[in-house]
């Protein structure tokens, strides 16, 4: 089992600055990929930033150049720096953790961000 703790939500005013913290705990497959997710009200949860223990790192387009996701192996955690933020950022925000070989990810109980106008 594994257990993901988010913190770091708020709320901030567009153009700001808000970093996301997840950490993980329990036992971990021997390869994993952690991630975040967002999720606006009455839309579907999709997907943010991800990165794979070697460092690789993905992100949505709409967040390219303004989030930048990293890990911290040695403390089994995951950062996502946000910066210039905008209103359409508004969301849940959940880490999540999945071997890389599949099945089912692990998810944290999500933080809220919110970006005032």
């Known amino acids: 089992q594994v257990q993901l703790v988010e913190s770091g939500g708020g709320l901030v005013q567009a153009g700001g600055s808000l970093r996301l913290s997840c950490a993980a705990s329990?036992?971990?497959?021997?390869?994993?990929?952690m991630g975040w997710y967002r999720q606006a009200p009455g839309k579907q949860r999709e997907f943010v930033a991800g990165?794979?223990?070697?460092?690789?790192?993905n992100y949505v387009d709409s967040v390219k150049g303004r989030f930048t996701i990293s890990r911290d192996n040695a403390k089994n955690t995951v950062y996502l720096q946000m910066n210039s933020l905008k209103p359409e950022d508004t969301a849940v925000y959940y880490c999540?953790?999945?071997?890389?070989?599949?099945?089912?990810?692990?998810w944290g109980q999500g933080t809220q961000v919110t970006v005032s106008s």
């Open positions: 999540s953790l999945a071997d890389v070989r599949g099945g089912r990810p692990y």
């Open positions: 990165v794979i223990s070697g460092g690789s790192t």
């Open positions: 329990g036992s971990f497959p021997t390869s994993y990929a």
